[in-house]
């Protein structure tokens, strides 16, 4: 049974029952929902989006008579065999054109259960009734968020801050931009393969990069002033930094006297045991830590924050407070709501169970070349270059875009493929699988 992420407007038009019917439709002929495929009950569905039954059974009733589903006596409603004798049936594997954008399957984007969205939406209308600031706002952030991030990052990370050492930036590159800022001229090293973003934002300031084999132990920072990495979840790799590397870097950082530049990413979404607690937690004096509401609540948010030794933040304050470069004051008092509504930790149990269960089916469906991953909302599968290229090309012939392991290296010669199962439905990810392991021999 395929389960429906649909997004209902309860405040404008059309109805609900014309919206469900249509964002079914258009899942049907976009290739998401196949013939055959059986639907939820009108019942279950009902429950699952907060409507009355008779909502779900318009919707349903009228895509019968359309064509586009079936009833079957005893059975369910299923997706019909064929499309209306109007229309062409939408076609089982569809390929990129205008109009019809290849879904990506990546390392970044979030499932978020649409029963969350009512506290969503309460949130924002808290902002539109709220008092914005007179002039340019604290440019550390809201004093009142600075003090939740507080309290949750030693609730959650093991990292015993008080709030005016809470930074709010507009997510983990505005952090680590700011930081650039702050340490003296000279290279960085980030791991590699690595993440991109990160990269390309050195680079920017006019700073070099040197490459540090991702999963080895860090021994010699010597000739850089800082050190990019990601030790909850590497990315993309995906273990984590064992603790006896973590004792390796920070002694190393010591020596060369270079500051650790920790990105927290994939954190809270370790699902065999309690995530493990922020390499900052370690040493205050030579981590900054980097911390985002991206994985947990959505990319486009654009909200994070920062946590620097004190001579560092410092000086991130001073040329913030210059140049007024502060995150939106709207999003921070969204945020703000969500947090003290409850709706993060929400959202984040929820995201738990359903990555843990896909990270399990991603195993299944591509077993020999992937071990179940233990945290996130991907799996690193490490390949032969052909069969890469081949599996990937398959996906985008079906409409999906599997990012390469290659393109996150820079001198470092691996290859596979990021399997991200975090923006996708079930019924999207099970046909990605069926397609990567057909490609892959399976």
Same mark, same amino acid.
């Given at each position: 049974?395929?389960?429906?992420?649909?997004?209902?407007?309860?405040?404008?038009?059309?109805?609900?029952?014309?919206?469900?019917?249509?964002? #079914?439709?258009?899942?049907?002929?976009?290739?998401?929902?196949a013939p055959g495929d059986r639907l939820p009950s009108s019942r279950a569905l009902a429950?699952? =989006?907060?409507?009355?039954?008779?909502?779900?059974?318009?919707?349903?009733?009228?895509?019968? $008579?359309?064509?586009?589903?079936?009833?079957?006596?005893?059975?369910?409603?299923?997706?019909?065999?064929?499309?209306?004798?109007?229309?062409?049936?939408?076609?089982?594997?569809?390929?990129?054109?205008?109009?019809?954008?290849?879904?990506?399957?990546?390392?970044?984007?979030? &499932?978020?259960?649409?029963?969350?969205?009512?506290? &969503?939406?309460?949130?924002?209308?808290?902002?539109?009734?709220?008092?914005?600031?007179?002039?340019?706002?604290?440019?550390?952030?809201?004093?009142?968020?600075?003090?939740?991030?507080?309290?949750?990052?030693?609730?959650?990370?093991?990292?015993?801050?008080?709030?005016?050492?809470?930074?709010?930036?507009?997510?983990?590159?505005?952090?680590?931009?700011? =930081?650039?800022?702050?340490?003296?001229?000279?290279?960085?090293?980030?791991?590699?393969?690595?993440?991109?973003?990160?990269?390309?934002?050195? %680079?920017?300031?006019?700073?070099?990069?040197?490459?540090? /084999?991702?999963?080895?132990?860090?021994?010699?920072? %010597?000739?850089?002033?800082? $050190?990019? #990495?990601? !030790?909850?979840?590497?990315?993309?790799?995906?273990?984590?930094?064992?603790?006896?590397?973590?004792?390796?870097?920070?002694?190393?950082?010591?020596?060369?006297g270079a500051l650790v530049v920790e990105d927290d990413y994939d954190s809270e979404f370790?699902?065999?045991?309690?995530?493990i607690p922020a390499l900052a937690s370690l040493d205050r004096d030579r981590v900054a830590?980097?911390?985002?509401?991206?994985?947990?609540?959505?990319?486009?948010?654009?909200?994070?924050?920062?946590?620097?030794?004190?001579?560092?933040?410092?000086?991130?304050?001073?040329?913030?407070?210059?140049?007024?470069?502060?995150?939106?004051?709207?999003?921070?008092?969204?945020?703000?709501?969500?947090?003290?509504?409850?709706?993060?930790?929400?959202?984040?149990?929820?995201?738990?169970?359903?990555?843990?269960?896909?990270?399990?089916?991603?195993?299944?469906?591509?077993? !020999?070349?992937?071990?179940?991953?233990?945290?996130?909302?991907?799996?690193?599968?490490?390949?032969?270059? /052909?069969?890469?290229?081949?599996?990937?090309?398959?996906?985008?012939?079906?409409?999906?875009? #599997?990012?390469? =392991?290659?393109?996150?290296?820079?001198?470092?010669?691996?290859?596979?493929?990021?399997?991200?199962?975090?923006?996708?439905?079930?019924?999207?990810?099970?046909?990605?699988?069926?397609?990567?392991?057909?490609?892959?021999?399976?």
């Amino acid at each position: 049974m395929n389960t429906l992420i649909v997004d209902l407007d309860r405040t404008g038009s059309p109805s609900l029952g014309v919206q469900l019917s249509g964002q #079914v439709r258009a899942r049907i002929t976009g290739g998401h929902l196949a013939p055959g495929d059986r639907l939820p009950s009108s019942r279950a569905l009902a429950h699952d =989006l907060g409507v009355a039954r008779s909502v779900t059974e318009q919707a349903y009733a009228q895509l019968v $008579a359309e064509g586009w589903l079936e009833g079957r006596h005893g059975s369910g409603t299923f997706v019909a065999a064929s499309g209306p004798t109007t229309a062409p049936p939408a076609p089982r594997r569809p390929t990129e054109a205008p109009g019809r954008p290849l879904l990506r399957l990546d390392s970044g984007t979030p &499932w978020i259960d649409d029963r969350h969205r009512p506290a &969503w939406r309460r949130a924002w209308r808290e902002v539109s009734a709220a008092t914005p600031p007179r002039g340019y706002d604290d440019p550390r952030g809201l004093p009142e968020l600075r003090a939740e991030l507080a309290a949750r990052l030693g609730r959650t990370r093991g990292l015993d801050v008080h709030p005016d050492e809470v930074l709010v930036t507009a997510g983990t590159t505005d952090g680590l931009r700011h =930081l650039m800022t702050a340490v003296e001229p000279g290279d960085v090293a980030v791991e590699d393969p690595g993440y991109r973003a990160a990269v390309e934002t050195i %680079r920017a300031t006019g700073r070099g990069v040197v490459d540090l /084999p991702a999963l080895r132990p860090v021994t010699d920072l %010597r000739g850089v002033v800082a $050190a990019y #990495v990601t !030790p909850a979840h590497q990315h993309p790799l995906g273990p984590p930094m064992s603790g006896a590397d973590r004792l390796s870097l920070l002694a190393a950082a010591h020596t060369a006297g270079a500051l650790v530049v920790e990105d927290d990413y994939d954190s809270e979404f370790r699902y065999d045991v309690a995530p493990i607690p922020a390499l900052a937690s370690l040493d205050r004096d030579r981590v900054a830590y980097l911390g985002t509401a991206s994985k947990a609540v959505a990319p486009s948010l654009r909200l994070g924050w920062l946590v620097a030794p004190d001579a560092v933040r410092e000086r991130v304050e001073r040329h913030r407070a210059i140049t007024h470069d502060a995150a939106s004051w709207p999003v921070q008092r969204a945020f703000l709501s969500l947090l003290r509504e409850g709706y993060v930790d929400r959202v984040v149990r929820s995201a738990r169970r359903v990555y843990a269960d896909r990270a399990t089916r991603v195993a299944a469906a591509l077993t !020999p070349y992937v071990e179940a991953p233990v945290a996130g909302m991907y799996a690193a599968v490490v390949l032969p270059r /052909p069969l890469a290229l081949a599996a990937h090309g398959a996906a985008r012939d079906a409409g999906f875009d #599997v990012p390469l =392991l290659s393109d996150y290296c820079r001198t470092a010669d691996l290859h596979g493929l990021i399997v991200g199962f975090g923006g996708c439905t079930d019924a999207e990810l099970d046909r990605a699988l069926e397609v990567l392991a057909r490609a892959l021999g399976g």
